[in-house]
């Protein structure tokens, strides 16, 4: 089912951890952002697309993150664009004989056999740092930064005012940092500055999974998320609500302690 949050977008959210698809109507037809996870969530899209009359000329992948790079042929052969770095991970992991059985065993088991892969990470990469997305459509800001994963980029819908987050500003998961970055709470920090410096141009924030933020929602998840990377950063414990005793995904303060514990062996290692 498609929801309108804003002029001209709608959301649609798959059942894999609350995530989020976002249809931004253009003149010619809509751009579809992160388009689903399993082939139902996938064909049910197309079905509402097409029952309002419009075909994607427009993909887009906020980062090279498999929930994040899936496509179904319902869609079409729209071109799926995406920062440069995202479309190289892609192409780095396709090149690679092994990859769809690398793939599938990283995907949750209870979703894996849903979940199509054979248009799997075909992203267009757009030239290396683009900051508009090039389609017929209400504009479209790229703001790439190096938080959760290398290529990651938020889209600012800037009319309506919509902040298309990928993996941040979420409210039910912490932030995930790139353990393999050289400084991962520097690099999300800086993201969530980014964020902080175009906050007064946003009304609705859409996070990758969870709740669709509205207005003051984006302020308070860019200061949850900096109190978490902080804490983390400064080995210090942790309150959030995401990862406490009533974290509204049971399994999430196990990763969160894995998280902790990875980022703290690597701060080790890297002291002189
Ligand atoms: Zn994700």
Do not use: C
């Amino acid at each position: 089912m498609l929801t309108q949050i804003a002029e001209d977008v709608f959301v649609h959210e798959s059942e894999f951890i609350k995530s989020n698809s976002i249809v931004v109507r253009g003149r010619e037809g809509v751009l579809l952002v992160d388009p689903g996870i399993t082939r139902a969530d996938m064909t049910d899209l197309a079905g509402d697309l097409r029952r309002a009359g419009h075909t994607v000329v427009a993909g887009y992948s906020t980062h090279p993150d498999w929930d994040h790079v899936l496509w179904h042929e319902a869609f079409g052969t729209a071109p799926r664009y995406g920062t440069s770095d995202n479309a190289a991970a892609m192409r780095e992991l396709l090149t690679d004989g092994e990859w769809m059985s690398q793939v599938a065993e990283a995907l949750p088991p209870e979703y894996a056999d849903e979940i199509p892969l054979d248009l799997f990470g075909l992203i267009t990469g757009l030239p290396y740092g683009s900051t508009e997305l090039p389609w017929d459509g209400p504009r479209v800001r790229i703001l790439e930064h190096r938080a959760h994963a290398r290529g990651h980029a938020a889209l600012l819908i800037e009319q309506a005012r919509v902040l298309v987050a990928g993996d941040m500003l979420s409210d039910i998961l912490m932030p995930f940092l790139d353990l393999e970055a050289a400084d991962p709470a520097g690099d999300y920090l800086a993201a969530l500055d980014l964020f902080d410096g175009i906050a007064d141009d946003v009304d609705v924030a859409v996070p990758g999974h969870g709740t669709v933020g509205g207005a003051g929602a984006v302020r308070a998840r860019i200061a949850l998320d900096r109190a978490y990377v902080e804490a983390l950063r400064d080995g210090v414990a942790i309150d959030d609500p995401r990862v406490g005793p009533s974290a509204p995904l049971e399994w999430l303060p196990d990763v969160h302690d894995w998280q902790a514990r990875r980022f703290a062996e690597k701060a080790a290692a890297q002291r002189p």
